[in-house]
Nanobody
């Protein structure tokens, strides 16, 4: 059974950086899309970024493009979200999720496919990111 565990959240000042980790266990992340969502109090869940483990194609929401970078380490079965130039509006609980990526899905469309689904194979427990001075 695939399990995901996030870590790396915390308190950071505006303009600062954090790196979130999403460690997978139970399965090797081949042919999956792994992505990050966030949810701030009183707001709807928002898709942030995702990556295809097939070929490392990535997707970023406009709100984080140019500031966040998603990557993965095959040896550690872990996906990272490097967050730079953090803003107060980035404050939220961040969750990672995994979704098996069917072969018919071209990875250029990984973001559309991933964030358009609800039947994820696994979710992490969430990690709090607070951007405040």
């Amino acid at each position: 059974q695939l399990q995901l565990v996030e870590s790396g959240g915390g308190l950071v000042q505006p303009g600062g950086s954090l790196t979130l980790s999403c460690a997978a266990s139970g399965l090797t992340l081949n042919h999956y899309a792994i992505g990050w969502f966030r949810q701030a109090p009183g707001k709807e869940r928002e898709g942030v970024s995702c990556i295809s483990t097939r070929d490392d194609n990535t997707y970023y929401a406009d709100s984080v493009k140019g500031r966040f970078t998603i990557s993965r380490d095959n040896a550690k079965n872990t996906v990272y979200l490097q967050m730079n130039s953090l803003k107060r509006e980035d404050t939220a609980v961040y969750y990672c999720a995994a979704l098996r990526l069917p072969s018919f899905v071209h990875t250029s469309f990984v973001g559309i496919y991933f964030f358009g689904r609800t039947d994820f194979d696994s979710w992490g427990q969430g990690t709090q990111v607070t951007v405040s001075s």
